[in-house]
């Protein structure tokens, strides 16, 4: 119970006072109930612990509550909580400095926010008023906002409304290795690859050409031959972990360039070590974005966003005063000072790495195993398993019901995870960076228990 209220009374308050459509997003048909949270633990108000591999979608980076993080918060919050940037807040300096010190030159111009959607409406407006562009591009399958700018950008039916939102924004295929057109079994920057059929040649990706091909159409159709920028994840998150072919995001940037965008890397669920051998994900594409943008794991769940540019890009939207309340305040940026220390202090990228890669390997085997296990992929702790009918040859995705029920079960049995894809064919495993090789053992354990199950069932 929480003060006195029983989950009942918690459920009636949710349907008669909440956003009616959290009432299909409590994720579960039995919902949980979160009273606590410590590293990679979440326990519910019943004391049952689970163990969280979702992250809240990928938020909490160095993990739940973490020790030095909710210390930095506390020193903080006896201190002082809130100066607008009327006033000069040494925090925020101090926060700057440090986070610019993790990108490459000339990525050094930090702008704060409260969020990934408030991050990713910035850099839209930054990019038009950089290149006096307008058109915007990003992938299918894509998720960078819902505010009702960013929403033109996210490329998920499921998130948008049938109203118009923002003009200029345009999806283009999303070069993926397992689903799309054009499958390859050596293409992702991945410990594990597709089971599809490759014909690349001699290292080099036939299904990128196919992929950029489309981006070309693209540019011959769709879009004025002067364009704003590209959006992309570096690794795609509510997408459902979908890669890339090792060269797109690089040819992509060339050939955006070229018509006079800039190149923006939606860090939002990739950054802050989350891949393992990069601190950013866009490292891991051999590319320098224009653009930064970041969210959620900033602040291990505090609410923090952020915007990196150029000198350049930043003298371009320095025509108007920009004004952000909360952006930037005392509070979170002790978290966000405090997340970066903690990442190097308890190694969390290379656990990312070794933990991560672990897992994946493991799941291979089970994709081996089980004909509705359909691809494994990812990297570091940013990992995606896409669930396919009983034909695995037909690539098609399981129903989301079959989906539900595995979800339900795994659940039940202590392991929170995540579900994603457009069609809500994969499962997201977005764990707090500080989960160990036992946590994965329990959790191979647990799902293969419920692939089981439901295999049993049908
Ligand atoms: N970009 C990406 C890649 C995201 O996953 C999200 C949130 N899921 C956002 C942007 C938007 O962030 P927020 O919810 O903090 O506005």
Known sequence: EYKGMSKERIME??????NPMTMKITYYKKPVFLHQGYMQWLWDFDGNRYLDLFAGVATVSVGHCHPKVAAALQRQLSKLWHTTNIYVNPTLHEYSEK???????????????????????????????????????????????????????????????????????????????FRGPWGGSHCRDSPVQT??????????????????????????????????????????????????????????????????????????QTGFGRTGSHFWGF??????????????????????????TTPEIAASFAKAFHFNTFGGGPLACAVASSVLDTIKEDDTQ?????????????????????????????????????????????RDPLSPEAMSEIFEDIKDMGVLIGKGGVYGQAFRIQPPMCITKEDVKFFLAVFKKAIQRYMDKE
């Open 195 to 268: 089971t599809r059929q490759c014909s690349c040649a001699q290292g080099h990706c036939l299904a990128n050409d196919q992929y950029i091909g489309q981006l070309k159409e693209t540019f011959a159709t769709s879009v004025p031959s002067r364009i704003a920028g590209f959006f992309g994840e570096p690794i795609q998150g509510m997408g459902g972990a979908v890669q890339y072919p090792k060269n797109y995001l690089k040819e992509a940037y060339q050939l955006v360039r070229e018509r006079g965008g800039v190149c923006i890397a939606d860090e939002v």
């Open 13 to 18: 308050i949710r349907r008669k006072n909440c």
């Open 99 to 177: 986070l610019a010190s993790h990108l490459p030159d000339p990525l050094k111009v930090v702008y704060l926010t409260n969020s990934g959607s408030e991050a990713n409406d910035l850099a839209m407006l930054m990019a038009r008023l950089h290149t006096g562009n307008f058109d915007l591009l990003t992938l299918r399958g894509s998720y960078h906002g819902g505010t009702q700018q960013t929403m033109g950008l996210t490329s998920n039916s499921s998130y948008k409304y049938p109203i118009a939102t923002s003009s200029g924004c345009t999806h283009i295929m999303c070069p993926d290795v």
């Open 350 to 394: 290379q656990n990312s790495h070794n933990v991560g890669t672990y897992l994946m390997t493991e799941l291979a085997k089970l994709r081996d195993t089980y004909e509705i296990i359909g691809d494994v992929r990812g990297k570091g702790l940013q990992i995606g398993v896409e669930m396919v009918t009983n034909n695995k040859a037909s």
């Open 283 to 308: 490292q891991g594409h051999d590319v320098l974005p224009d653009m930064v943008t970041m969210a959620k794991g900033i602040g291990d769940g505090f609410p923090m966003g952020a915007v990196v």
